[in-house]
């Protein structure tokens, strides 16, 4: 089979793409959410605070209460930028297996 061939095959993939752009853009749209706040100037505790006593995991409860909230603008800037990169990389159509797994 020729490389020519390949592209003229009946596939459904174009669904499994559109899929991807649209968690793409969702991803982005709370990347972009997620910036504004990060400008603003508004930190995440508030968002940790409401979490933390609905979490079952008495380990997780205790990372988020001594490592989160005391550095929670380093963690809402990797939150932020992570979200953002995964966008990215899922309306590009980059390293989407890498970034699915991320995501």
């Excluded at 969702?26 to 990060?38: A, E, Q, V």
């Excluded at 400008?39 to 979490?55: E, F, N």
């Excluded at 929670?72 to 890498?98: D, K, P, Q, W």
Aim: proline share 3%.
């Amino acid at each position: 089979m020729s490389s020519v061939e390949n592209f003229k095959q009946n596939t459904y993939l174009g669904y499994v793409a559109l899929l991807r752009i649209l968690v793409g853009y969702r991803f982005l749209g709370t990347g972009f959410d997620k910036l504004s706040r990060f400008l603003s100037g508004k930190p995440v505790l508030s968002d940790l605070a409401r979490g933390i006593s609905k979490d079952p995991l008495a380990l997780h409860r205790a990372f988020i209460q001594g490592v989160v909230i005391p550095h929670n603008h380093f963690f809402g800037y990797l939150v932020m930028s992570g979200e953002l990169a995964i966008a990215i990389s899922l309306l590009l159509g980059c390293l989407v297996r890498i970034s699915s797994s991320f995501g």
